[in-house]
Structure formats: C-alpha cells, structure tokens
C-alpha cells in the first residue's frame, strides 16, 4: 500500500527557471493538498485540489504559481520563474474525505 | 481564524524516559480535528496521533497520548519510554471538522524540536 509519492525529492533551479513538482496521492485518495514549509517554520497550507478542479487556492501567490490534478495521472505545482524566496520545502498530502491527511515525502527546491 | 501555539522551540530526553509537549490553539469553533506530526531528519511528514473534539477520551497510540483539554484549549503529547527514534521535530495542527467551511486547511504550529539522549 504505496503512500503518497511526490517526485524529485530535490530540485535544484536557477532564478528564472521553471519548477515542476510532482505528487501521486495514496490509492483511494481523491483529496490533494500542497503545503509550503518555509526554514524554522511549520508547514503553510498552498493549495486544495480534487480531480480536475481547484477547490481552495487562497494560500498560493497570485502570480508564478499554479497547481492542477488531472483527470489522469499526478498533481503538478508549477512554479515560473523561480526567485531565491520560492526555496523551500513543498509538501503535498492526500485525503480519502476532508479528514486526516497523510503526507508525502516533500520536495526541496532550491533556487540558486 | 485558528492559530496554533507551540511554547517550546527545543526539549530534549534521556532515553526510556518520558516527556510531554505542549500545544495550545484559538478558535471559536466547535467541531475539529488535532494531530500531532512528526519529522525526523530525513524531512518526511509522519501523523503520530489524532484527536476528535467531541470525543472526551484522550486517544493513545502505543507510546504516544495526549490530553486533551477543550475548555482550555490545550492539547499535549506525551511520549512514554522515549526512543533515540524519536529524535525529531514535532508539529501540532488543528482542522476544522464543520461541512461547508474551510474544513480541509490545516493549521501548523511552529514546531518543537525533541532530542532523546542515550
């Protein structure tokens, strides 16, 4: 019974580059979260997504970034043109409901 | 809106022993969920416990219980016979459990760093 995937572990961008960020959620799990951990900080909910829809994006920037969870296949947080301040550590976590919500392994994106 | 209060930036433990972390939240709320998470050096996001508001009775998971105080908004983790695999930071959250309302936003605190000592 896989967990959440999320793919690369680490991701290394120069400023300006484009971030793609992958997350497969658990088997039976039609509830996508992303979350932001910025250093020394808790994690910062981003986005809430479930297949094909964006339900609750209040907590991701207006601009550069954007999610999506196909029909098909993983969800994606895109970042365009990345500045040193998008380096962190971007967790996605999954839910059968809205209820306890298990976490993938991150990715750290570092912006240089 | 929630807010989660960890007092306690570092604590640390001998091993075997037992140690509590606290966690204190604001909301106006009724119905919700608290956890406790872990991550341990390698970053991953563990759930270690989870707690209903209506449920009275503290939750336990082997080692690891809590106490929950509703009325004063508190919700410890005690960690009993403490293992060097413990060593980790510990997040307290809360999520609203109420249909129709944000009720899928977890809300983080800042973290308390658990070292167990051998």
């Known amino acids: 019974n896989a967990g959440v995937m999320q793919n690369p572990r680490h991701l290394v961008r120069r400023r300006g580059q484009e971030a793609r960020l992958r997350c497969s959620p658990m088997k039976g799990h039609s509830h996508v979260y992303w979350y932001r951990q910025l250093p020394e900080e808790g994690l910062k909910f981003m986005v809430y997504?479930?297949?094909?829809?964006?339900?609750?994006e209040s907590g991701m920037p207006k601009e550069r970034f954007s999610a999506e969870f196909p029909k098909e296949g993983p969800s994606i947080l895109r970042i365009q043109q990345v500045v040193r301040g998008d380096s962190a550590a971007y967790f996605c976590?999954?839910?059968?409901?809205?209820?306890?919500?298990?976490f993938g392994p991150g990715t750290r994106l570092t912006v240089l | 809106a929630q807010t989660v209060t960890q007092s306690q930036p570092e604590m640390s433990v001998q091993e075997a022993e037992t140690v509590t972390l606290s966690c204190t939240y604001d909301?106006?709320?009724?119905?919700?969920?608290l956890f406790w998470y872990k991550q341990p050096p390698s970053r991953q996001m563990i759930l270690v416990i989870r707690q209903e508001a209506y449920k009275q009775q503290n939750a336990t998971e082997n080692r690891f219980s809590v106490n929950f105080q509703k009325a004063a908004k508190s919700f410890s983790l005690k960690i009993s016979d403490s293992q060097l695999g413990d060593t980790a930071m510990y997040f307290c959250?809360?999520?609203?459990?109420?249909?129709?309302?944000?009720?899928?936003?977890?809300?983080f605190g800042k973290g308390t760093l658990l070292t167990v000592n051998p």
């Open positions: 997504l479930q297949k094909e829809n964006i339900i609750d």
């Open positions: 909301t106006s709320e009724n119905n919700y969920y």
């Open positions: 976590a999954s839910s059968p409901g809205t209820s306890a919500q298990y």
């Open positions: 959250a809360f999520l609203l459990s109420n249909s129709g309302g944000s009720n899928y936003k977890l809300t």
